[in-house]
């Protein structure tokens, strides 16, 4: 639920600051909760706060507060606890400033925090035991411990209650800071006898709504008599403590006394405060009372510090004081130096006082350990006013000059008038802008550039350039392509311009064929504003490519019908059978063209011109001249690399249309009995391969078989026993012939390195069986003169020899150049087709 509103104006010396406004709201809202419609009541139009970009300025990092820009409110961002937010601070309440920005403002935003009842009333301990004698008087005090609500205000703790209460009844003591000390005093005697061990409940209760309260166990033991309590000399004790002073350091002494005797008058001391941070920043001897520092004070953090301490005996009667602890200020803390809002670039044109940047100053310390100077660097020209407290301003002194300075380094100093004297310093970096005067200039003030047809679309052609002797944004220049037509057709279809760079891009491929030049404008502006522009004329010019094969005009290819062209037999030489024309759409050497004869039935009976194409008889026609005649022709253009086309031109050799007739009309089945012919040819060839290559490997192998037989029983060391056929021998000598001859065969695989060696008569050289021997023949040769006789009447002469050994030659002769006249038929073959 949203608190009414206060807004109050503050009317100042300047601009700078316009007003404040404040806002109440209760904590634990939830997030996106309105805290109040800042546009409205800040008098601020939606689109200020937009155009401006309003935000939240805050010392703290924690923004409890967001500004909704679009809808001009302020709303919760994060949860707002007001106890951990403040503590027992009141009132609570959140400062911030919003910023704006061309021009600069801020203003001053409170937003107060009430409290709601959400914290109940809370003990540190859920139990307490007192030892009292029985002996102790009606009247007699025990200091309880007191509760804790963390609420502030009517949800504060309010009352105490105590159950049962037949022998104490409970007595509160306002204090000075709002706290209430609650005791139990004694209202009838005790009787250990009767009752050794008393419970009671004590119950602290909060006055929000609903009600909250909280309880704690009082365990009491009787003990025997002991007649007096411990009373401090004072019951308020006051001491200082100089901020950041080290552990150890003794704060106060406080002391208590006892009228009883022996251990009765034994005193001890505590520190009762329970909830507070005190038992971890002071510690109290049990002894003697003394109060000594165990932990860090500083003066920013807490400023005083209120000690519960507590005397009691060892018959369990107690005494309380207080003791109040003040930090004393030291300067130890440098002025800090904040930047709300800042601008790191200024125009050369900016007028007098105008806002740069607007600081924020702040000092921990108090007094004039507080009061803080600021001051800027000297020759610049700004100079820093002061708006509110701790708030400062940097506004223009004096013209600025871009070309005089173009940037300054602006040193804010800040001290304070503590002893010593302690100051920090930042630097401020600020840009001098440039105004837009000058225009971008050309290099040039035309431009001619070639490219090539049939380029690749998006080929870079040509860079146009274009400088300006402004400064960044105003110096940043944009190339465009004005509007204009080339033939009727928009020039951005044949070119683009990079913007950024001035790239002329080709965006199609050119055609020389179809265009040759074309002109268009190009405008470079730069980004200042107003933006200026200047503009450029640029010529393209296309060259010739040679893209174009050379196209026959005569004769027509036709796919259907045969055109011949007819020559007589009486033709003479320089007979013009026909022209071959040509034409190239490309221009230059490109459409020079130049004619070659490339294929023809009879090349002896024809020539083309080189450079007329025009068909000639090189000779006189006879009748030995085919009919059919056809001609390859050849049609290259000059261009590198050259273009080609062919055209056949069929010509007929006869006097006569039908004899042409009759001849042409089978020329259409010329290519398929060609095809067909090559096919067969072809397979022919494969087959006689095929068995030609078997027959040899047949034969080699034969070869190779029967030369390793005959090596097998030339080296066979076995005994030879002989075979002689019916009425070849006997060793009578009464067979066919009157003598018996032996002869020795050697041969070998080569026929022509066979042998045959002829031995003497049988009578001289026979085998005589051994009947003592298992079988085997012994030969009984003669003597060595027997043996060389040389008028053995069978001896065969040599001459007869040598004619066997002849005729073995020529045979083998004759296969081997039957093997070479098949091989070579072969080779023929392959050759025809």
Known sequence: ?????????????????????????????????????????????????????????????????????????????????????????????????????????????????????????TFEEADIEFKISESAVIGAKFVLERAVDLDVGTNDLQRYELKPSDNFALKMHNNADGNKNVEMVLQKPLDREKQEQISLVLTAVDGGEPQMSGTMQILITVLDANDNAPVFTQQTYKATVTENSPKGTVVATVTASDADQGSNSKVTYSITNKVDDVRKVFNINKENGQVTLIGNTDFEDLRSFQLSLRASDVGGLTDSCKLIVDVVDLNDNKPEINIMSKSTVISEDAKLHTVVTMINIEDRDTGENGNVQCSVSDSVPFILKSSTNHFYTLVTDSDLDRER?????????????????????????????????????????????????????????????????DWNQNARVSYILEDSSVNGVPVSSYVSVSADSGVIHAVRSFDYEQIKDFHFRVKAQDGGSPPLSSNVTVKIMIQDQNDNPPQVLYPVQTGGSLVAEMVP??????????????????????????????????????????????????????????????????????????????????????????????????????????????????????????????????IISVKIYRWRQSRILYHSNLPVIPYYPPRYSDTLGTGTLPHVYNYEVCRTTDSRKSDCKFGRAGSQNVLIMDPSSTGTMQRIQSEKSNLDEPDSPLEVSPSVVQKKKKIKKKKIKLKFKKMLFLSFTIKIKIKII
Not at 585 to 603: C, E, F
Not at 666 to 693: Q, R
Request: hydrophobic share 40%; aromatic share 8%.
């Open 569 to 698: 037999r009486s033709a003479d030489v320089g007979y013009l059978v026909t022209k071959v024309v040509a034409v190239d759409v490309d221009s230059g050497q490109n459409a020079w063209l130049s004619y070659k004869l490339q294929k023809a039935t009879d090349r002896a009976l024809f020539e083309v011109g080189l450079q007329n194409g025009e068909i000639r008889t090189i000779r006189q026609v006879t009748d030995k001249d085919a009919v059919k005649q056809r001609l390859t022709v050849i049609v290259e253009d000059n261009g590198q690399p050259s273009r080609s086309a062919t055209v056949i031109v069929n010509v007929a050799v006869a006097d006569s249309f039908p004899e042409v007739l009759s001849e042409f009309t089978e020329f259409t089945h010329e290519k398929e009995y060609n095809d067909n012919l090559t096919f067969y040819l072809v397979l022919a060839l494969a087959v006689v391969s095929f068995l030609f290559i078997t027959c040899l490997v047949v």
């Open 1 to 121: 639920m949203k608190g009414p509103a206060l807004l109050c104006f503050a009317l100042l010396s300047f601009g700078s600051v316009t007003g404040q406004v404040s806002y109440t709201i209760p904590e634990e809202m939830a997030k996106g909760s309105l805290v109040g419609n800042i546009a409205q009541d800040l008098g601020l139009q939606i689109k200020r706060l937009i155009s401006g970009k309003a935000r939240i300025y805050t010392r703290d990092s924690d923004q409890y507060v967001e500004l909704n820009r679009e809808r001009g409110v302020l709303l919760v961002k994060e949860r707002i606890d007001r106890e951990a937010l403040c503590r027992r601070t009141t009132p609570c309440a959140l400062h911030f400033q919003i910023i704006l920005e061309n021009p600069m403002e801020f203003y001053t935003v409170t937003v107060q925090i009430t409290d709601i009842n959400d914290n109940a009333p």
């Open 405 to 469: 300075a173009s940037e300054y380094n602006i040193t804010v100093t800040c001290s304070d008038e503590g002893v010593p004297s302690l100051s920090s310093s930042v630097t401020l970096t600020l840009q001098i802008s440039d105004v837009n005067d000058n225009a971008p200039v050309f290099e040039r003030s035309s431009y001619e550039a070639y490219t090539v047809e049939n380029n690749t679309p998006g080929l870079s052609i040509f860079t146009v350039k274009a400088t300006d002797a």
